[in-house]
Antibody, heavy 122, light 108 residues
Framework: QVQLQESGPGLVKPSETLSLTCAVS?????????WGWIRQPPGKGLEWIGSIYHSGSTYYNPSLKSRVTISVDTSKNQFSLKLSSVTAADTAVYYC???????????????WGQGTLVTVSS | EIVLTQSPGTLSLSPGERATLSCRAS???????LAWYQQKPGQAPRLLIYGASSRATGIPDRFSGSGSGTDFTLTISRLEPEDFAVYYC?????????FGQGTRLEIK
C-alpha cells in the first residue's frame, strides 16, 4: 500500500525559503502518477500548491507560482517542495499526496501523507 | 478559477440521521470531475468520492455522491459516531485545482 511521509523544518524565518520532502513507500514514483502538495492554514481550508510527474513535468497554482518549485528524485523515491520569500501567511500544515486522474483531468488526491506543520516566525 | 461554495457551514445532526451536504461551483465542472474528502481533527483528509459519485476503496456504502454541472451533493444515509468531521469538495476538471471551504458535521 502506498504511503507518503513529509519531512522538513517546522520553523522558518520570514523572507527565507521553506523546504519540505515527501518520501513515498509502497510504490515507485518512476512507475507513474502525478504527485502533489497541498496546504492548510490552522483552522482553515485546503489549498493546492502544485504537482509533479515522475518525468519532472510540473504545474503550479497561479497564486503561488512565482515562489514555488517542486522537484522529484526518483533514485530516492521522493519529491520536494520549495517555497521562497515566506511570510506568516505561509504558516500551515503541508500535505503531500498522490494524484489519480483519468488522463483528461487534473486529478483527485489519494492517499495523503500525515502532514507537517510549518510555522513562519522570527 | 472555479470557486466551490459548500453549504451549510455547519450541520448539527444526531447519529442515525441522514446528512446532506452541498457543493456549488461558480461554473460548470467538466465531466463531473468532483471529489469529496473527510477530515477529522489532527488527521489528513481522506478520499471518499471521486467522479462525483464513485466511492473510493473501503468507503462504506452509507456515503454517496451525486450531481453534475454546478451542483453536487454528498449524502450520508445513516450517521455513525465516526462520521462527525469536516467535509471538503474538490474540483479537478479545470485549472487550477480548487477546494470548497468545508462543511463541519457536528453531533447535535
Amino acid at each position: 500500500q502506498v504511503q507518503l511521509q513529509e519531512s522538513g523544518p517546522g520553523l522558518v524565518k520570514p523572507s527565507e525559503t521553506l523546504s519540505l520532502t515527501c518520501a513515498v513507500s509502497g510504490y515507485s514514483i518512476s512507475s507513474g502518477y502525478y504527485w502533489g502538495w497541498i496546504r492548510q492554514p490552522p483552522g482553515k481550508g485546503l489549498e493546492w500548491i502544485g504537482s509533479i510527474y515522475h518525468s519532472g513535468s510540473t504545474y503550479y497554482n497561479p497564486s503561488l507560482k512565482s515562489r514555488v518549485t517542486i522537484s522529484v528524485d526518483t533514485s530516492k523515491n521522493q519529491f520536494s517542495l520549495k517555497l521562497s520569500s515566506v511570510t506568516a501567511a505561509d504558516t500551515a500544515v503541508y500535505y503531500c499526496a498522490r494524484l489519480i486522474n483519468s488522463g483528461y483531468d487534473y486529478g483527485w488526491f489519494d492517499p495523503w501523507g500525515q502532514g507537517t506543520l510549518v510555522t513562519v516566525s522570527s | 478559477e472555479i470557486v466551490l461554495t459548500q453549504s451549510p457551514g455547519t450541520l448539527s445532526l444526531s447519529p442515525g440521521e441522514r446528512a446532506t451536504l452541498s457543493c456549488r461551483a461558480s461554473q460548470s465542472v467538466s465531466s463531473s470531475y468532483l471529489a469529496w474528502y473527510q477530515q477529522k481533527p489532527g488527521q489528513a483528509p481522506r478520499l471518499l468520492i471521486y467522479g462525483a459519485s464513485s466511492r473510493a476503496t473501503g468507503i462504506p456504502d452509507r456515503f454517496s455522491g451525486s450531481g453534475s454541472g454546478t451542483d453536487f451533493t454528498l449524502t450520508i444515509s445513516r450517521l455513525e459516531p465516526e462520521d462527525f468531521a469536516v467535509y471538503y469538495c474538490q474540483q479537478y476538471g479545470s485549472f487550477p485545482i480548487t477546494f470548497g471551504q468545508g462543511t463541519r458535521l457536528e453531533i447535535k
